[in-house]
């Protein structure tokens, strides 16, 4: 089973609507990430947390929410969703290792289409 | 300015060949680097760190360069599944906040 999963794959709506992505992990990380990319951007920072209810804004937070009410779980919200959030959106998790070495891992990705 | 550059290509090659690619990074004070593989509407994948002394893993060996603030990929001896993009993520380490900069991808095509 993958170790971070992430629902739905592919999802479609129209403007104006909320949506939720949901994220989870079962590999006991404290840290979780969520990502978009967009093709030529590379992937950008949308919101990350650290431990539960720890939530802090990335470098592209504006129209989007987090929730992170369980260690394994970090949601993504778009209020309304506007085409643009068009894009690839990407859960990460992370731990700190006792070095302070850290790595990032990835779910399988969210592809979302805003009409 | 970016903190992490690479150049997107695509780097076409044929089979066997040997190919190379490049990531500059901004900050001078960044403490971990990573190349990750991304295939097509996939996730990326860790494929190795790169640590300071350099790394080798099979067809693949990493190098970091701190005074010219730059990592490297080498792959030996192409093979076709090893058309990818290839992304190198770079890690600020400040304050225990371990922000991560990824940078846009370098897509590597291999050819028969």
């Known amino acids: 089973d993958a170790d971070v999963t992430q629902t739905p794959r592919n999802r479609i709506t129209k403007t104006g609507k909320r949506i939720m992505l949901e994220c989870s992990q079962t590999?006991?990380?404290?840290?979780m990430y969520w990502y978009r990319q967009d093709p030529g951007l590379g992937l950008r920072l949308i919101y990350y947390?650290?431990?539960?209810?720890?939530?802090n804004k990335g470098e592209i937070s504006d129209g989007y929410s987090v929730s992170r009410q369980a260690q394994a779980k970090f949601s993504l919200s778009l209020e309304s969703a506007i085409p643009n959030q068009t894009a690839l959106y990407f859960c990460?998790?992370?731990?700190?290792?006792?070095?302070?070495?850290?790595?990032?891992?990835f779910g399988p990705g969210t592809r979302l289409l805003v009409l | 300015r970016k903190e992490v550059e690479q150049d997107p290509g695509p780097f076409n090659v044929p089979e066997g060949a040997t190919v190379a690619f490049n990531c500059t990074y901004s900050?001078?004070?960044?403490?971990?680097f990573f190349w990750y593989r991304q295939d097509c509407r996939k996730e990326p994948k860790l494929l190795m760190s790169?640590?300071?002394s350099g790394n080798e893993d099979g067809r693949f060996t990493a190098q970091l360069n701190r005074a010219s603030q730059y990592i490297s990929l080498l792959i030996r001896d192409s093979k076709l599944s090893d058309s990818a993009t290839y992304l190198c993520?770079?890690?600020?380490?400040?304050?225990?906040?371990?922000?991560?900069?990824f940078g846009s991808g370098t897509k590597l095509n291999v050819k028969p």
């Open positions: 990460a998790t992370s731990d700190l290792e006792t070095s302070g070495k850290e790595t990032q891992y």
């Open positions: 590999k006991g990380h404290d840290r």
């Open positions: 947390s650290f431990d539960v209810k720890d939530i």
């Open positions: 900050n001078s004070a960044s403490q971990s």
């Open positions: 790169v640590y300071s």
């Open positions: 993520a770079v890690n600020d380490g400040e304050d225990n906040f371990n922000k991560f900069y």
